[in-house]
């Protein structure tokens, strides 16, 4: 399947970065997580770092202008010619209707999880913040104890990874983007996944799903 536009919806730590990660190898498409772009800005401390550092870190949202104009230059890039999954974004309705106004896309992949297992996947989670691989202590384990199987880098602890932020994020998914399973199921869009199961089992529904 060539030029597949996907997004990727779901709480935070409902695997949407490993979920993604799996389709970018199954369809050749980039995975463009909104997530990554933000913390990269801050590891360098760019302007753009600065001025978001203190949000992700209480696990509040980005405003709407600075989020859109960041998609909005990426999925120009040559990368994305055969199309992309967004990780994270959209996030809000009003991110929702300005990027339906920029591209058509093809699926949303709601990835549906409660609200109980996601503080015990988010606070077990490493994550390499070279190349954006993530990890689980206990659900996904590297090969080797605290580095990245991709890139040997050593594997950290996001700084939003705590109970406090994530309880707040979580209550940011509910408040701000769950209404964006309606918006995409009206528009006959919406594939929607039980994300308690195993990795490969979500793996395998997303992709028949998406695929039939
Ligand atoms: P972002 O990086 O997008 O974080 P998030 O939405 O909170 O999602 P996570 O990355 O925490 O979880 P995930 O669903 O990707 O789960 P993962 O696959 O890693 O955003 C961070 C911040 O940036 C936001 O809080 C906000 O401030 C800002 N931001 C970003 N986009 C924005 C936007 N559009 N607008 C405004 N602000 C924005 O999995 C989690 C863990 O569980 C891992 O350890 C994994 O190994 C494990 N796991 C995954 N699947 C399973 C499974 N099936 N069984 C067991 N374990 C599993």
Same mark, same amino acid.
């Given at each position: 399947?060539?030029?597949?536009?996907?997004?990727?919806?779901?709480?935070?730590?409902?695997?949407?970065?490993?979920?993604?990660?799996?389709?970018?190898?199954?369809?050749?498409?980039?995975?463009?997580?909104?997530?990554?772009?933000?913390?990269?800005?801050?590891?360098?401390?760019?302007?753009?770092?600065?001025?978001?550092?203190?949000?992700?870190?209480?696990?509040?949202?980005?405003?709407?202008e600075?989020?859109?104009?960041?998609?909005?230059?990426?999925?120009?890039?040559?990368?994305?010619?055969?199309?992309?999954?967004?990780?994270?974004?959209?996030?809000?309705?009003?991110?929702? =209707?300005? !990027?339906?106004?920029?591209? /058509?896309?093809?699926?949303?992949? @709601?990835? %549906?999880?409660?609200?109980?297992?996601?503080? &015990?996947?988010?606070?077990?989670?490493?994550?390499?913040?070279?190349?954006g691989?993530?990890y689980?202590?206990?659900?996904?384990?590297?090969?080797?104890?605290?580095?990245?199987?991709?890139?040997?880098?050593?594997?950290?602890?996001?700084?939003?990874?705590?109970?406090?932020?994530?309880?707040?994020?979580? =209550?940011? !998914?509910?408040?701000?983007? /769950?209404?964006?399973v309606?918006? @995409?199921? %009206?528009?006959?869009?919406?594939?929607?996944? &039980?994300?308690?199961?195993?990795?490969?089992?979500?793996?395998?529904?997303?992709?028949?799903?998406?695929?039939?």
């Amino acid at each position: 399947m060539i030029d597949m536009k996907l997004v990727l919806i779901g709480a935070p730590g409902a695997g949407k970065g490993t979920q993604g990660s799996a389709l970018v190898e199954r369809y050749n498409i980039v995975r463009i997580s909104t997530g990554d772009i933000l913390r990269e800005a801050v590891a360098k401390e760019t302007e753009l770092g600065k001025q978001v550092k203190d949000i992700i870190a209480v696990g509040g949202l980005v405003s709407d202008e600075i989020i859109i104009a960041i998609v909005k230059e990426r999925i120009k890039q040559d990368d994305c010619a055969n199309g992309f999954i967004l990780d994270g974004f959209p996030r809000t309705q009003v991110q929702a =209707q300005k !990027f339906e106004k920029m591209v /058509e896309i093809d699926k949303a992949i @709601y990835i %549906e999880v409660p609200d109980e297992l996601l503080l &015990d996947r988010l606070t077990a989670r490493q994550t390499c913040l070279r190349c954006g691989s993530t990890y689980n202590r206990i659900h996904k384990p590297s090969k080797k104890k605290g580095f990245c199987d991709v890139c040997h880098n050593k594997l950290v602890q996001r700084s939003d990874d705590t109970i406090e932020s994530g309880v707040k994020r979580i =209550q940011t !998914f509910h408040d701000q983007s /769950e209404t964006l399973v309606t918006f @995409y199921q %009206e528009k006959g869009l919406l594939v929607k996944v &039980d994300g308690t199961e195993s990795i490969s089992e979500i793996t395998n529904a997303i992709i028949k799903g998406l695929e039939q």
